[in-house]
């Protein structure tokens, strides 16, 4: 139990330091925006953003404690692309049912 713990803090500090480099903050209301907005989604600032990682890391824990559920989103492991052999297998299948006379099917 402590394992899973650990590793999806260690997954949530990872990314809260690649968020830190991909975010800026709004030094009018503090929301934490894309590194690509001209202006604050929030307030609709459009001036200097503040932009060094340890105001953009506080602007997010403040978004992760009203919002808890951004931590699950952000600790999730990325979905596996699917294998050779799976992408086969569902091409086959679908090719297959789409084939079959719907009729003939009592």
């Keep these: ?12 500090e990872s990314q809260r330091k690649l968020a830190a480099l991909s975010l ?3 030094p009018l209301c503090g929301a934490v925006n894309a590194v690509a907005n ?9 001036g200097e953003f503040q932009s060094d990682p340890v105001s953009v890391d506080e602007g997010l824990g ?4 009203n919002c808890p559920e951004l931590v699950d ?3 999730q492991q990325p979905l596996q692309p699917p294998t050779l052999w ?4 569902t091409f086959f299948n679908r090719r297959s049912s789409s084939s079959r006379d719907p ?3 009592f």
Aim: charged share 35%; hydrophobic share 40%.
């Design 1 to 12: 139990m402590s394992e899973g713990i650990d590793s999806r803090m260690l997954r949530l």
């Design 24 to 26: 800026k903050r709004c």
């Design 86 to 89: 799976q992408r086969l297998r």
């Design 73 to 75: 989103a952000m600790t």
């Design 62 to 65: 403040l978004l992760l404690e």
């Design 103 to 105: 009729l003939l099917d």
């Design 38 to 46: 001209d202006e604050c989604f929030v307030c609709r600032w459009h």
